[in-house]
């Protein structure tokens, strides 16, 4: 069975504090890598995928990493506007399709 | 770009009533998803279509039915409401084997 595992599950940053938030996973194969922000009361919206050990990609403040156990989402002087919960989801396996198991998310606050 | 469209945006049942979600997208997506999410638990898949034409059932889908309609539209049924069922839905789509699902804005149901 596919498990995805967030932490932390709430982080408090300052405005201009970098971080990073840590999605670890275990599956069978792993056919990609997923982030997702979503903010409260709106559907996930996608951030990044990646799909294999070494791959990095940026948008903005944000860079996601992936390691064979583990990807993280590094946030570079992050600014209120940051704040949201990040999702991380995991395709895996030839018959899933493009089924995504989720981690339950980390809640991110950046204050003024 | 409406993109995925669920609707009604609310709503409350009492136990034992039905009632249908409605999604809808306009990217000429091949696959569809429904999920809920709830606190600590993450997104759980209900049920998903691959393609027009066929559904299958996914993490939890006891007390749930789907109709994926035609390309376009993909409904979710509750026959008999319960309180377990509190919770929101998302509807979100993708391209066949395409990985990066696009969701809706969400149902929030409340079962009295």
């Known amino acids: 069975e596919d498990q995805v595992t967030q932490s932390p599950e709430a982080l408090r940053l300052q405005e201009g504090e970098s971080s990073s938030l840590n999605c670890s996973y275990t599956v069978s194969g792993l056919r990609g890598l997923f982030w997702y922000r979503q903010d409260p009361g709106k559907g996930p919206e996608f951030l990044f995928t990646?799909?294999?050990a070494g791959e990095e990609k940026e948008k903005e403040r944000l860079k996601a990493t992936l390691t064979k156990k583990e990807s993280f989402l590094h946030i570079t002087a992050p600014k209120p506007e940051d704040s949201a919960t990040y999702l991380c989801?995991?395709?895996?396996?030839?018959?899933?399709?493009?089924?995504?198991?989720f981690g339950e998310g980390t809640q991110l606050t950046v204050n003024p | 770009n409406a993109g995925v469209t669920q609707t009604p945006k609310f709503q409350v049942l009492k136990t034992g009533q039905s009632m249908t979600l409605q999604c809808a997208q306009d990217?000429?997506?091949?696959?569809m998803y429904w999920y809920r999410q709830d606190p600590g638990m993450g997104l759980r898949l209900i049920y998903y279509s691959a393609s027009e034409g066929t559904t299958d059932k996914g993490e939890v889908p006891n007390g749930y039915n789907v109709s994926r309609l035609n390309k376009r539209e993909f409904s979710l049924r509750l026959e008999s409401a319960a309180p377990s069922q509190t919770s929101v839905y998302f509807c979100?789509?993708?391209?066949?084997?395409?990985?990066?699902?696009?969701f809706g804005a969400g149902t929030r149901l409340s079962v009295l």
């Open positions: 990217m000429n997506h091949n696959s």
């Open positions: 989801a995991v395709q895996a396996g030839e018959t899933s399709g493009s089924r995504l198991t």
């Open positions: 979100a789509s993708s391209w066949t084997g395409g990985n990066i699902q696009y």
């Open positions: 990646l799909y294999s």
